[in-house]
């Protein structure tokens, strides 16, 4: 997964910054078409697929009251997801969704945290820290998933997340929206 955050990270910056993505909020299903890439031939897995979480935020004082805007997201690389020829099943395309489904997750994981903070005096130090460890969070599910599920290899374990993914995006249901603000006294 490091692997692909740092190609992805490249990808940004040669690119001036655009990399083609679409958000969850825009379409929350994969379908083989959202896989672009050009498959790692070499590699063990039949597919990856890309995904990854953003936040952008501002406040705004207005005398004693603090004003906090903030917008997460998850997202969906397809240039770089990829699926080797003659791979495309349903049960595949099931065991990639979550993979974007856990991304969501920790979106929602990191909007609630967000609505939850109360600004000090270094809001930006704060924030930051709280991405970092959301998005630790992340990296570590989807790496323990793969495990896990050995790449969906295994399909009681699969069964087992699916589940437990359900269950999570069930628990952050009111974090879904993408866009929050709120106001401090």
């Known amino acids: 997964m490091s692997k692909f955050f740092t190609i ?9 910054g655009y990399v ?7 379409k929350s299903n994969l379908d083989w078409s959202d896989f ?16 990854g979480i953003t936040y952008q935020w501002s406040y705004s004082k207005d005398q004693n009251d603090l004003e906090l805007k903030f ?20 049960y595949l395309l099931a065991h990639e969704q979550l993979h974007f489904d856990i991304s969501e997750v920790h979106a929602r994981m990191m909007r609630k ?13 704060d924030l930051n820290q709280m991405y970092k460890l959301v998005e630790r969070m992340r990296v570590n599910m989807q790496e323990r998933y ?13 069964k087992k997340w699916e589940k437990k ?15 929050n603000y709120f106001v401090t006294p």
């Open 146 to 158: 793969d495990e896990e599920t050995d790449h969906s290899r295994n399909k009681e374990a699969q």
């Open 71 to 90: 917008e997460v997201d998850s997202f969906c690389y397809p240039s770089l997801s990829w699926v080797k020829k003659g791979q495309m099943t349903d």
């Open 113 to 125: 945290r967000l609505k939850e903070y109360k600004p000090g005096k270094n809001i930006r130090k």
């Open 36 to 51: 672009r890439g050009k498959p790692d031939l070499s590699s063990n897995f039949d597919s990856a697929v890309n995904t």
């Open 20 to 26: 083609e993505r679409f958000s969850y909020a825009e």
């Open 165 to 179: 993914i359900e269950t999570l995006m069930w628990f952050y249901r009111d974090h879904k929206k993408k866009i």
């Open 8 to 16: 992805l990270l490249i990808l940004v910056f040669a690119n001036n």
